[in-house]
C-alpha cells in the first residue's frame, strides 16, 4: 500500500484573509461542505482570536462538517489557543494549530524575543493546547529563513511536549525545492519520535515554487501539504490544491503516494470559491483554468483528434470538465473546424469544408474567438442564403407605469410593428419583439459596457439569450442604449432563427 499523503486545506483561513476573499460564516460553510465532497482530510477553518465573525465561522464550520479534521489557528500564547479551543467545541475531530515563528529576522524585528524564548514559548503552547484538545499541530512560522540548527531544537522541543503534527512552512515563499528537501530530511532524521508524528508543508507561492517545493517536501518525508483552492492566500498565495494534487496523480511514477482527493470535484470546487468571492482565475491557470484543456492550434487539434494522448496529459473529465474544448480561433486548421462541425452535427462535405474555412477565418480575423453560434450562421447562410433577418427600425419606450415599448422591425421590405410592456423599457421592448416574431426568448445575460469615450459614447450591448433550448449571443451598439440592447437581442434571435431554418 502506498504511503499516504493528507490534504490539509488552509482557503478557509489562510486563503480568506487574502485580499478581496473574505467569506461571511454562511459562505465558509458552503465552502466547507464542498470540501469535504472533495475529500479533504483537514480543513482549517480560521483563526478565532482575530475577531468575533472569525470566531463564529470556525463554530459553524466545526458543526457543519463530520468526515474532514476541523483545524482553528492560534498563535502560541494562552489566550489565543483557549480561544480556538472554544471555537472547535462542536467539532467531531478538532485539530488545534499553533505557531510562533523561529527565524532570527521575525525574533529580533516582530516578536523581540530570543531563541531560548521562542524554545520555551514553542513547548509550552504545545502543552497547553494538548491539554484542551486531542490533536495539536505546532507550526515554526519562516522555517525556511531559520537557522537549521536552531529549528531541529525546536521540532525536538515540540515533539517532546506532545505536539502530533509539525509544520515548516515557507513562508515568504523562499525557499527553492533543494532547500526544503534538506530541511525535512534534518528535521526528521535527527529529531527523536519523530515516526509518531506527521511532518507537513506550507508552501507560499511568491518564486511560483509552492508546488514543486510540496513535492520535494514529500519526497524527503512529509506526509502533509497544507494548500488552497485556486491557490489563493497571502500574497502570491499557496501551494495550489488542484495543481499538486494532479501532480501526485498524473506522476504517480514518481510520487507513489495516496490521498483522498475525489479529483472530479475539483472544477466545482474552485467554481464555488469564484462565485464566492469573486476572485476568478487566470484563463491559463492550471487544472481549473478556461483555457487549461482548450487546444486552438490546428497542429494541435490535428493531433487531439487522431488520438487526445498526443497533447493531453490527464483528462479533462478527472477534474470534473465536461470535455476538452477546441477553441476555435484564426491558429485552427480545417480539420479542427470541421470535427466542430461535427460535434454541432453537421456532417459537411469538403467542398463545403473548403467554402466555411474561408469564411470562418475572414471571421475568426475579427474575433478572437469564434463560438459555436456564429459557426451555425455561417452554415446555415452557406446552405441557404436567402433565411429571413430582421432588421431594427425603431424603437420608442416610455418611462411609465409599467414602462411600454413600441417596436418597428423589418423583415425584408416587410415592416411589422407591436407593443409591449415590461419591467423596464429593454424588457418591455424585448417582449414586444416576442409578439411580433412569435419566438420567445429567455436573457440569461445582459452586459452594457462604454465602447468609445466621451459623452456621446458608443453604448455596447452583449446578450445571451435561451431560444428552445439553443444559447445564442447577441450583440449591439449604438449611442442609445436601449436601441443597442434591442439591436443585440434581434443578433441573437436572427443567429437562433438561422440555426432552426437550416435543421
Ligand atoms: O505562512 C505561514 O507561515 C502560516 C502559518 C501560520 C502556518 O500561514
Ligand atoms: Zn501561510
Do not use: W
Request: charged residues 25%; proline residues 3%.
Amino acid at each position: 500500500m502506498a504511503d499516504r499523503i493528507e490534504i490539509f486545506d488552509t482557503t478557509l483561513r489562510d486563503g480568506e484573509q487574502s485580499p478581496g476573499a473574505s467569506m461571511h460564516a454562511h459562505e465558509k460553510i458552503q465552502m466547507a461542505r464542498q470540501l469535504e465532497r472533495l475529500g479533504v482530510d483537514i480543513i482549517e477553518a480560521g483563526f478565532p482570536i482575530a475577531s468575533e465573525q472569525e470566531f463564529e465561522g470556525v463554530r459553524k464550520v466545526a458543526a457543519a462538517v463530520s468526515k474532514p479534521r476541523v483545524a482553528a489557528l492560534a498563535r502560541a500564547t494562552k489566550n489565543d489557543i483557549e480561544r480556538a479551543a472554544k471555537a472547535l467545541e462542536s467539532a467531531q475531530r478538532p485539530v488545534l494549530h499553533t505557531f510562533i515563528a523561529t527565524s532570527d529576522i521575525h525574533l529580533e524585528h516582530k516578536l523581540r524575543m530570543s531563541r531560548a524564548q521562542v524554545l520555551d514559548a514553542a513547548g509550552e503552547a504545545v502543552r497547553k493546547a494538548k491539554s484542551l484538545i486531542g490533536r495539536v499541530e505546532f507550526s515554526a512560522e519562516d522555517a525556511t529563513r531559520s537557522d537549521l540548527d536552531f529549528l531541529v531544537e525546536v521540532t525536538k522541543a515540540t515533539i517532546q511536549a506532545g505536539a502530533d503534527v509539525i509544520n515548516l512552512p515557507d513562508t515568504v515563499g523562499y525557499t527553492t525545492p533543494e532547500e526544503i528537501y534538506e530541511m525535512f530530511r534534518r528535521a526528521i532524521s535527527e529529531s527523536p519520535g519523530s515516526e509518531n508524528v506527521v511532518f507537513s508543508c506550507h508552501n507560499h507561492d511568491d518564486l511560483g515554487l509552492a508546488v514543486a517545493n510540496a513535492l520535494a517536501a514529500i519526497r524527503a518525508g512529509a506526509r502533509q501539504i497544507e494548500c488552497c483552492i485556486n491557490g489563493i492566500g497571502e500574497r502570491a498565495g499557496n501551494t495550489s490544491l488542484e495543481e499538486v494534487v494532479m501532480a501526485i496523480r498524473t506522476r504517480h511514477e514518481n510520487y507513489p503516494y495516496e490521498c483522498g482527493v475525489i479529483t472530479e470535484e475539483i472544477v466545482a470546487t474552485s467554481n464555488l470559491l469564484c462565485k464566492l468571492t469573486g476572485l476568478t482565475v487566470a484563463y491559463n491557470k492550471p487544472i481549473v483554468g478556461r483555457n487549461a484543456f482548450a487546444h486552438e492550434a490546428g497542429i494541435h487539434q490535428h493531433g487531439m483528434i487522431a488520438n487526445r494522448k498526443t497533447y493531453e496529459i490527464m483528462t479533462p473529465e478527472s477534474v470534473g470538465r465536461s470535455r476538452s474544448d477546441l477553441v476555435l480561433g484564426k491558429h485552427s486548421g480545417r480539420h479542427g473546424l470541421s470535427r466542430r462541425c461535427e460535434q454541432l452535427g453537421y456532417h459537411l462535405t469538403e467542398s463545403e469544408v473548403e467554402h466555411l474555412y474561408k469564411q470562418f477565418i475572414a471571421l475568426a480575423d475579427r474575433k478572437k474567438e469564434v463560438f459555436d453560434d456564429d459557426l451555425r450562421v455561417l452554415i446555415a447562410s452557406h446552405r441557404d442564403e436567402s433565411f429571413e433577418t430582421y432588421h431594427l427600425d425603431t424603437v420608442r419606450t416610455s418611462g411609465g407605469e409599467p414602462p411600454m415599448a413600441v417596436v418597428r422591425i423589418k423583415k425584408g421590405d416587410e415592416l411589422l410593428v407591436d407593443a409591449a410592456t415590461g419591467d423596464g423599457p429593454v424588457d418591455a421592448a424585448y417582449r414586444a419583439i416576442e409578439k411580433i416574431v412569435g419566438v420567445e426568448g429567455k436573457v440569461q445575460e445582459f452586459v452594457i459596457r462604454a465602447a468609445t469615450p466621451g459623452k456621446d459614447a458608443l453604448g455596447e450591448a452583449h446578450v445571451t439569450v435561451q431560444f428552445n433550448g439553443h444559447m445564442c449571443n447577441g450583440q449591439g451598439a449604438s449611442t442609445d442604449i436601449i436601441e443597442a440592447a434591442v439591436q443585440a437581442y434581434i443578433d441573437a434571435l436572427n443567429k437562433f432563427l438561422a440555426v432552426r431554418n437550416s435543421q
